[in-house]
């Protein structure tokens, strides 16, 4: 939202920003405790929040503003540029020296079909989240994604028998009741024409 805000000029109603409140309060109840983190953690998890909220504001400006560009023609243009990118972190952190002085037993292992598959993944999770973003908003898009998360950690916790302490259960719930109010608010401010 707030990059939305400043980099294309973008508002929004009251009623929309109250409606996301809830749900950054949630997302940080459901996670507290889980105080183990190191401070190249805490940097790479910051940039990563950064990003992913960056892709998905240009993604859907480019997607659907001026330029309406097609998801594959977006991905086509993406992809080389983020190969060289991963590139360039694999050879800097020293996975790809790695790698090479151990390339017999990862090419005899599982490593190649995991990788595909990770690949054939990846490209469908990018194909359906460009999708999603050209018909919803990127707004819209990243709280799903805050919400898939505080799911995923109910289901793996309930899943694993772990116990929810309160406040991560408290959290859980003020996130499912954020997304809610959120969606009733979109869908009464585009039928009302306001949003």
């Not at 940080?28 to 790479?44: E, K, N, P, Q, R």
């Not at 998890?45 to 993604?59: E, F, H, N, R």
């Not at 998801?71 to 990118?85: S, T, V």
């Not at 916790?157 to 772990?162: I, K, N, Q």
Request: hydrophobic content about 50%.
């Amino acid at each position: 939202m707030g990059i939305s805000m400043v980099v294309y000029r973008k508002s929004y109603s009251n009623e929309r920003k109250y409606a996301v409140i809830p749900i950054v309060l949630g997302v940080a109840l459901a996670f507290y405790g889980d105080m183990s983190f190191t401070a190249i953690g805490v940097f790479y998890t910051g940039a990563c929040v950064v990003l992913a909220a960056l892709k998905a504001v240009v993604g859907g400006e480019i997607l659907s503003g001026d330029m309406k560009l097609h998801e594959m023609d977006l991905l086509l243009k993406m992809c080389p540029l983020a190969f060289l990118w991963i590139g360039l972190a694999s050879v800097l952190t020293g996975e790809a020296y790695e790698m090479l002085s151990r390339w017999e037993d990862i090419v005899q292992g599982p490593a190649p079909l995991v990788v595909m598959l990770t690949g054939v993944l990846s490209f469908s999770l990018n194909v359906s989240s460009f999708i999603a973003n050209k018909v919803t908003s990127p707004l819209t898009l990243c709280i799903s994604a805050n919400v898939k998360q505080v799911l995923v950690v109910l289901f793996s916790t309930l899943y694993f028998g772990d116990t929810v302490p309160f406040l991560n259960g408290l959290g859980i719930a003020i996130v499912i009741f954020g997304s809610y109010l959120y969606g009733a608010t979109s869908i009464k401010e585009k039928s009302s024409g306001s949003g």
